[in-house]
């Protein structure tokens, strides 16, 4: 498909479990984000990836929160010892370039449930 | 706090009507404003965007205005249809940084169109 593909589309989680969430951007796409999206709420920025570097992660919660971007395309977001409060639906985000006006193509989610 | 700011936070409208949905934001480094259109269990798309330097941008039944010196702007939805039932968003971006371009969401509006 030409679109973001994130996986799983679900997942469960018990507290205190690790998961970790799969984002594959559309191909030759530069940047590439991080949203946490709460229920009824807007996305909000969790971090951002140029390529293979991560410039900004200041919008992850906590230390718990990890994510990389290894070879400039797939990325995986990785939470762990997770809680209650990360319950959310989880979206990454493609542009082509870098710039701020560069469209963002969103994937259709994750969500997050942790019981 | 909330970088942008979005009201209402539902709506619902008639077919045929205008849905007029309402954003302002204090950050004058924000240059860039796009609108997304989120149906239920997918992530946002862009709509329409448009940067300070115009006050208005058309694109088909879509319309946004801009007050630059009140810091606000605006969808307008013409003709309203069953097929424009969604939540929508309103986003900001600034000049990125050396760590890059983030995106501000508001909260979101709820659109119903009534046939």
């Known amino acids: 498909g030409a679109g973001v593909s994130q996986s799983p589309r679900y997942k469960v989680a018990k507290r205190g479990q690790d998961v970790a969430l799969r984002c594959d951007p559309i191909?030759?796409?530069?940047?590439l984000f991080w949203y946490q999206q709460a229920l009824g709420q807007g996305p909000e920025f969790l971090t951002y990836?140029?390529?293979?570097?991560?410039?900004?992660k200041s919008g992850l919660p906590s230390d718990r929160f990890f994510a990389e971007r290894p070879e400039g395309s797939v990325s995986t977001l990785k939470i762990q010892r997770t809680q209650q409060e990360d319950s959310a639906v989880y979206l990454c985000?493609?542009?082509?370039?870098?710039?701020?006006?560069?469209?963002?193509?969103f994937g259709n989610g994750t969500r997050l449930t942790v019981t | 706090q909330q970088q942008v700011k979005q009201s209402p936070q539902s709506l619902i409208v008639q077919k045929g009507g205008i849905s007029i949905i309402n954003c302002a934001y204090e950050?004058?480094?924000?240059?860039?404003f796009p609108w997304y259109q989120q149906f239920p269990g997918k992530g946002p798309a862009l709509l329409i965007a448009?940067?300070?330097?115009?006050s208005e941008k058309k694109e088909g039944r879509f319309t946004i205005s801009f007050n630059k010196s009140a810091k606000q702007f605006s969808l307008h939805i013409m003709d309203s249809q069953p097929g424009d039932s969604a939540t929508y968003f309103c986003?900001?971006?600034?000049?990125?940084?050396?760590?890059?371009?983030?995106?501000?969401f508001g909260t979101g509006t709820s659109l119903t169109v009534i046939p």
């Open positions: 448009i940067r300070p330097d115009v």
């Open positions: 191909s030759g796409h530069v940047s």
């Open positions: 985000a493609s542009s082509l370039m870098a710039q701020r006006n560069s469209p963002l193509h």
């Open positions: 990836f140029q390529n293979e570097a991560q410039l900004d």
């Open positions: 950050n004058t480094a924000f240059d860039y």
């Open positions: 986003a900001a971006s600034m000049v990125p940084s050396n760590t890059g371009n983030q995106f501000y």
